[in-house]
């Protein structure tokens, strides 16, 4: 049997509770993925920590041999804002043994061109967190644009944000960055709270993750209890797994439910900071669709893929 070509992807994370759970899942897929680099921004916690998360949590899975490559320290214009829910390290209360090993001599905009080029015109970035890796990526490298194939964000919203009324959080950190990437030509698809809210992890769902008893399974599960409880001891947010989603849509996007629209985001105004602003009624046709967004999703589908990923794809080690 022929066999299938691999997606080369690079993945950029501001890991974060739901990051890693994230990574966690997109490293049970490396038979399908030809992972180029991982990359880390500042966002949910500053960069040491996300960094530090990242490279830790790739290494404990055994993913030595995946360059991790540290990214921007801040938004390109603005003070870092960092989010308080997944606590001071990033992880809550889990706790990844350190990596012996260090990061790649290239930053995270120079890992992703470096992919780039590798796979002109096939390369998939999946950005979970503020995409100031990318926005550096595409001023320092102008070509890069017509050598990524697909950006996916977890980013963003159509109706009403997390972060302010307008705004989701990886938006508001750094509108800037958000505005660079959907303007840049890139083909984006958006993958935001309007169908990220509506995954709250079930607890027939960690609880399937955990019988699996695979590595991968007990350190997503640890991260998983640390979110329930921050919602129930602190009042934090629910235990959305928000970055998930966004891997999902590149392996499994039957889920979603996706349209284009041409999108913008506010970088200026006084209360919609990151705002990402689609043009619903067609009222801007001269201005190309450039987002493709996910609008809806099939929540008991998106769960039962989750399950088989950890219940078909990890081995007791
Ligand atoms: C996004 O914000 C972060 O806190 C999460 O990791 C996710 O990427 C949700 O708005
Ligand atoms: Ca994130």
Known sequence: MEERKKIPVVMDFDTGTDDAVALITALLHRDMLDVCAVTAVAGNVPLEATAANTLNIVD?????????AKGADKPLK?????????????LGDVIVPDSERGFYEKDAADAIYEAALAHEGELFVLATGPQT??????????DIVKLIKRVYIMGGCLVGGNMTQASEFNAYVDPEAMQILFRSGVDVVMVGLDVTLQTELPIWVRDRVEAAGTPEAKLAVQVMDF????????GYDVANLHDVVAFCAIVNPSVLKLKRYYVDVETEGTITRGMTVADFRDVCPDKEKNVTC????????????????????????
């Open 60 to 68: 404990a899975l055994g993913h030595t041999d995946i360059p991790v």
């Open 133 to 142: 890796n990318l926005a550096i990526a595409i001023q320092r490298h102008l």
């Open 294 to 317: 996910a609008e809806d999703i099939d929540v008991e589908g998106f769960w039962n893929w989750f399950v088989d990923v950890f219940e078909k794809r990890g081995k007791r080690r």
């Open 227 to 234: 979110m329930i409880k921050r919602n129930k001891e602190f």
């Open 78 to 90: 603005r003070e870092l804002h960092c989010a308080i829910s997944h606590g001071k390290t990033g």
